[in-house]
């Protein structure tokens, strides 16, 4: 499984070097409305509609339906499908600015970083950030960021 986990890394690696036109949906691998079908592809299969997000950084495109939470699921190579393929930020918006969640990551570990979300709309009380501000280690921003035991939270509050 290792062996696989390291081609998928080199490929997409390659593919972010070399970003080319995208015709399938990474998280679910449905053909985007106006591609022409693969010669492998079944000929009943339907298109997903347009791309809908694209990571500058990535290169991973997805179509709407993956943004939706039921269709988070444990998709292709355990990579839930509305979470880009960087491991600090899911399509431009950093980990730290928001509440834990279990789809933070790259896919093949979670992040468990600094979070610094806004205090009031977080989910979290005032006892769950620190007490100082201090830069973050992943942005470097000054802010009050949440105390260890709540990086790992699934849900703001529930550990």
Known sequence: MDTINKMEQMAWEERRRNPVPVSKCDGCLLRF?????????????EDV??????????????????????????????????TCRCFKSNFGESYC????????????????????????SSGYGEDAFEAKERECRTCGVIARCLKKEHLKDAVPGIN
């Open 97 to 120: 600015l928001s509440s834990p969640c279990y789809l933070h990551g790259d896919g093949s570990k979670p992040y468990h970083g600094d979070r610094h979300p806004d205090v009031a």
């Open 33 to 45: 409305r106006g591609t022409p079908p693969d010669e492998d592809d079944e000929d009943d299969v």
């Open 49 to 82: 509609g347009d791309a809908f997000k694209r990571c500058t950084t990535c290169d991973y495109t997805i179509c709407e339906n993956c943004t939706q939470p039921d269709m988070q699921g444990v998709p292709y190579f355990d990579r839930p499908p509305g």
